[in-house]
């Protein structure tokens, strides 16, 4: 019996009206699903908090046990589920096989969450037992995009789980089942209890609902950073946290040093991965000047001969962009680009939603596919001359996310890397890596730093409680 029966995937009537689920690659409608209003954000967080606290109150052995079968359903439903992710988020079957992987292992570290957030045992200049402990907050909100639509909602939503909260998740409506509603299946089969997960499939209405709900503390956003300079903005208003995961522009260095051929394959990898359609992509490729000319050309070989279309029928590297309006800025910064002098080396192209990886030599500082984030499969690669000027221009951002050095000589590579303020950094690879027990954000215009991954997700989805026990009532002056 399938997982996702598209007659019975949403239990819960919500009454937002109905979307298509959309495959990009063919324009076929998969399915319909109904999104969410404002009410209905309402409704489920006040469902969401009266489950809760019997949740909370429930063993962590309990917890964690729903949170191992959740990763054993990942694997055991990994056909439906990949073919969920090829179909209405465009990933080739590898990409979605990678998120499936994490999904599953990001269940398993949640599991082991359920039993670490003991507090400590503080001095007391009182005769009294003085200690903190962590308690959940009660009901988070998860903000997830389209683009790792399975990872980017289950990497908060397993760990809130398990530390003992509820969670409305609002998934983009353009992956509303692979990134919303599987997550609902996988925890209903695995025994979570009802009502305590709600999937809110919906807009920036939506969205702005939960992130002003008086009854959801802690927003977990990814996303856009224009988007989540509202959320926090937002958020901030309310005095309610708000974990957020933005945008990127990331730089490979390649230094002088680098094995060529080495490099192209990091680049080509980082850049063209997932059609670039990733906050990791990178973004901006700085080669030192001594392998600039033979980098390009061969990078443009490379992207020259990766096979892009349609993931569920062919064999191919990249599949569709998500929808029209994402190609269209994809397409205008490149136009923009080359108008403004840069040299198309490969790509620029475009049938229906499929977009050819592209090259793009001779960029500079106001070029707009280098200096924007793109959010596409293009490579605008720079020279430099120096150590000094390679951490200047990887510096030259109003991002911080992830850092890629290409060097023979680790220790400089690391050397450099304290120079460039980012959140991650990779030597000897490029910039797209993602490990369920490693923390993930960025600084800057990238977000609020490392608010996923092991113990970050202690402080994102647990508050700290001072309590003190004394034998006697205190006597206190008056």
Not at 272 to 283: A, L, N, R, Y
Not at 324 to 337: F, N, P, R, T
Not at 442 to 470: C, I, K, M, Q, Y
Request: hydrophobic share 45%.
């Amino acid at each position: 019996m399938p997982l996702l029966d598209p007659k019975t995937w949403q239990p819960v009537r919500l009454s937002g009206g109905e979307s298509d689920v959309v495959e990009p690659a063919t324009g076929e409608t998969l399915g319909r699903v109904t999104l969410a209003s404002a009410d209905d954000v309402g409704t489920a967080a006040r469902t969401a908090g009266a489950v809760q606290t019997a949740w909370a109150r429930t063993p962590h052995s309990a917890r964690a046990a729903v949170l191992r079968r959740a990763g054993d359903l990942f694997t055991a439903h990994a056909d439906e589920l990949r073919e969920w992710l090829v179909r209405e988020s465009g990933s080739i079957p590898g990409k979605a096989d990678f998120e499936l992987h994490v999904a599953a292992q990001e269940c398993y570290e949640a599991a082991a969450l359920a039993s670490r957030p003991a507090g400590q045992v503080l001095p007391s200049e009182a005769l009294r037992l003085s200690y903190t402990r962590r308690v959940p907050v009660g009901v988070v909100g998860v903000i997830a995009p389209f683009n790792a639509p399975l990872i980017l909602a289950i990497r908060s939503v397993a760990p809130a789980l398990a530390l003992g909260n509820g969670v409305l998740l609002k998934p983009d409506p353009r992956t509303a089942v692979c990134g919303g509603l599987a997550l609902a299946a996988v925890f209903a089969e695995a025994g979570l209890p009802e009502g305590l997960l709600h999937v809110l499939p919906g807009g920036a209405g939506a969205g702005q609902a939960l992130v002003a709900d008086p009854d959801v503390p802690v927003v977990s956003f990814t996303g856009s950073t224009a988007a989540g300079r509202a959320v926090g903005e937002a958020a901030g208003r309310a005095l309610k946290r708000a974990h957020l995961e933005l945008g990127g522009n990331s730089a490979l260095v390649v230094l002088e040093d680098a094995d060529l051929e080495g490099a192209v394959a990091q680049a080509s990898w980082g850049s063209f991965f997932h059609q670039g359609q990733i906050c990791m992509t990178t973004g901006r490729h700085l080669v030192h000047e001594s392998l600039y000319e033979e980098y390009v050309e061969r990078l443009a070989a490379k992207a020259e001969s990766l096979a892009v279309g349609d993931p569920h029928r062919e064999k191919v590297h990249l599949g569709p962009i998500i929808d029209q309006g994402q190609l269209d800025k994809i397409h205008a910064l490149v136009e923009a680009s080359t108008a403004g002098g840069a040299k198309l080396v490969a790509g620029g192209t475009h049938s229906g939603l499929f977009y050819r990886p592209t090259v793009l030599a001779g960029v500079g500082d106001d070029t707009p596919a280098y200096a924007e984030e793109v959010f596409g499969p293009v490579a605008p690669v720079r020279s430099f001359s120096t150590l000094d000027e390679a951490a200047t221009l990887a510096s030259a951002s109003p991002y911080g996310l992830s850092l890629g050095i290409v060097t023979r000589d680790t220790a400089l590579g690391i050397q450099l890397a304290d120079r460039i303020p980012t959140g991650i950094v990779h030597i000897n690879d490029q910039t797209v890596n993602d490990e369920a027990v490693a923390p993930f954000g960025g600084v800057a215009a990238s977000g609020t730093g490392a608010r996923f991954g092991g113990e970050a997700n202690l402080d994102a989805f647990t508050e700290v409680r001072w309590t003190t026990v004394r034998r006697e009532p205190a006597d206190h002056p008056f």
